[in-house]
T-cell receptor
Framework: SAVISQKPSRDICQRGTSLTIQCQVDSQVTMMFWYRQQPGQSLTLIATANQGSEATYESGFVIDKFPISRPNLTFSTLTVSNMSPEDSSIYLC?????????????FGPGTRLTVL | GNSVTQMEGPVTLSEEAFLTINCTYTATGYPSLFWYVQYPGEGLQLLLKATKADDKGSNKGFEATYRKETTSFHLEKGSVQVSDSAVYFCALLHTGGFKTIFGAGTRLFVKA
């Protein structure tokens, strides 16, 4: 398994501002994933981030709105840019398991974002 | 494409009742199947998993059996507790893939 921490755990932001969410893992992982969970909904994959390359975005998500950094094998950031109330969601960082559980994804505790 | 369908909630049960949350999937080949749980205000936790047909995953009194013939992975618990109140997500990961596909989630309320 992997232990994942996220900062901040929650935030309330004003429309038009940006927020950067940090994700730290206790072991080196190749792939990290960012998900959005809108209120009462399931998880939607935003992008996949590999160290040393540009993130791969899913349909409906663009780099200008959700820039991602992946500077090393244990850390990633997701920025939510030019926020609007529709961006109010839980943002979750996830990693694939390490050896012995590489078919499983593990999740951070999430960042609960409210945009006013 | 790959997809997961799970029963709509909310499901409301009394303490010590029997729980079943249905989950069916569509996928080619032999995906791994998972149940994740999300307690109020928290992220997702892996509850159990099964990687091949007829495997039974179990944890904390919950069980699910990988049924390839019915493409199902139903979650069961013989006696639920108030602390089991949460949202449960069924999910699959295709062999060789890296993107987990999640169901819509089923909210469970357990009353004392």
């Amino acid at each position: 398994s992997a232990v994942i921490s996220q900062k901040p755990s929650r935030d309330i932001c004003q429309r038009g501002t940006s927020l950067t969410i940090q994700c730290q893992v206790d072991s080196q992982v190749t792939m990290m994933f960012w998900y959005r969970q809108q209120p009462g909904q399931s998880l939607t994959l935003i992008a996949t981030a590999n160290q040393g390359s540009e993130a791969t975005y899913e349909s409906g998500f663009v780099i200008d709105k959700f820039p991602i950094s992946r500077p090393n094998l244990t850390f990633s950031t997701l920025t939510v840019s030019n926020m609007s109330p529709e961006d109010s969601s839980i943002y979750l960082c996830s990693v694939e398991g390490t050896s012995g559980s590489s078919d499983t994804q593990y999740f951070g505790p999430g960042t609960r974002l409210t945009v006013l | 494409g790959n997809s997961v369908t799970q029963m709509e909630g909310p499901v409301t049960l009394s303490e010590e009742a029997f729980l079943t949350i249905n989950c069916t999937y569509t996928a080619t080949g032999y995906p791994s199947l998972f149940w994740y749980v999300q307690y109020p205000g928290e992220g997702l936790q892996l509850l159990l998993k099964a990687t091949k047909a007829d495997d039974k995953g179990s944890n904390k009194g919950f069980e699910a059996t990988y049924r390839k013939e019915t493409t199902s992975f139903h979650l069961e618990k013989g006696s639920v507790q108030v602390s089991d109140s949460a949202v449960y997500f069924c999910a699959l990961l295709h062999t060789g893939g890296f993107k987990t596909i999640f169901g819509a989630g089923t909210r469970l309320f357990v009353k004392a």
